[in-house]
Nanobody
Framework: QVQLVESGGGLVQAGGSLRLSCAAS????????MGWFRQAPGKEREFVTV????????YYADSVKGRFTISRDNAKNTVYLQMNSLKPEDTAVYYC?????????????????????WGQGTQVTVSS
C-alpha cells in the first residue's frame, strides 16, 4: 500500500505558474505509475497526466499539453506537476494517484478506476 500527500496548491493569476508535489510513503515508490487528475466543482474527475516508473514515458490531456509537465524523483518518493500559463479553467482540486501497471493506451490512462491509491487533493485557483 502507498500513502499520497499533495501540496503546492494555491491562488495564482492567469498566466502564472505553480508546482504541485505529491509525496509518497509506504511500499516502494518506484514500483508505481503516477498520475494527476483534477476535479472542478460540479464536474467529474478529469485526467491530467501520467508518468511511468522511470519517468521516461508520459501522457497528457490535450487541455494541458505544452503547459504542464509531470516529473518524478524516485529517490525522494515524489512526483511533481509543473503548471505554467495557467488559465481560469484550470481551477480545480488536483489529485495524485498511483497504479501498478502502465496503461495499455492513452485512453486507458484516463479512467480514475484504473488507479489504486489517491491523495486527498490540493486546491488550485486561477483568477482572471
Amino acid at each position: 500500500q502507498v500513502q499520497l500527500v499533495e501540496s503546492g496548491g494555491g491562488l495564482v493569476q492567469a498566466g502564472g505558474s505553480l508546482r504541485l508535489s505529491c509525496a509518497a510513503s509506504g511500499r516502494t515508490f518506484s514500483h508505481y505509475v503516477m498520475g494527476w487528475f483534477r476535479q472542478a466543482p460540479g464536474k467529474e474527475r478529469e485526467f491530467v497526466t501520467v508518468i511511468n516508473w522511470s519517468g521516461g514515458r508520459t501522457y497528457y490531456a490535450d487541455s494541458v499539453k505544452g503547459r504542464f509537465t509531470i516529473s518524478r524523483d524516485n529517490a525522494k518518493n515524489t512526483v511533481y506537476l509543473q503548471m505554467n500559463s495557467l488559465k481560469p479553467e484550470d481551477t480545480a482540486v488536483y489529485y495524485c494517484a498511483a497504479r501498478l501497471t502502465w496503461p495499455a493506451s492513452y485512453s486507458g490512462s484516463t479512467y480514475p478506476s484504473g488507479y489504486n491509491y489517491w491523495g486527498q487533493g490540493t486546491q488550485v485557483t486561477v483568477s482572471s
